[in-house]
């Protein structure tokens, strides 16, 4: 079984930086897509950024842009997700999601891959 861990949530100031991890674990697959979700009170989930490891690319919400950078540790089995100059538009809890990918799939964005392996999320708090 897949599981998959996020840590480093909290509570930070606008204008302030965080970073999150997703630590996994069990299944190691050959292909693979990886994202980051969130969900802020009252509103929808939402894509934040993806990597496949297929291609090699990265996508990110327009929103986030300049602003957070997706990364991968493949030693420590770990993806990153670090914000810099948050907003309080950012305030939700981040999940983190992954999907095994085909060998025929590599060249799928991220951002259609549906995500079958999520974590239980990791609260973000972007306050004064």
Not at 11 to 23: D, E, H, I, N, W
Not at 82 to 104: H, K, W
Request: proline share 3%; hydrophobic share 30%.
């Amino acid at each position: 079984q897949v599981q998959l861990v996020e840590s480093g949530g909290g509570q930070v100031q606008p204008g302030g930086s965080l970073r999150l991890s997703c630590a996994v674990s069990g299944v190691t697959f050959d292909y693979y897509a990886i994202a980051w979700f969130r969900q802020a009170p009252g509103k929808e989930r939402e894509g934040v950024a993806c990597f496949s490891s297929g291609d090699g690319t990265t996508y990110y919400e327009d929103s986030v842009k300049g602003r957070f950078i997706i990364s991968t540790d493949k030693n420590k089995k770990t993806v990153y997700l670090q914000m810099d100059s948050l907003e309080p538009e950012d305030t939700a809890v981040y999940y983190c999601a992954a999907e095994r990918l085909a060998y025929g799939d590599r060249s799928i964005p991220c951002y259609i891959v549906g995500m079958h392996y999520w974590g239980k999320g990791t609260l973000v708090t972007v306050s004064t």
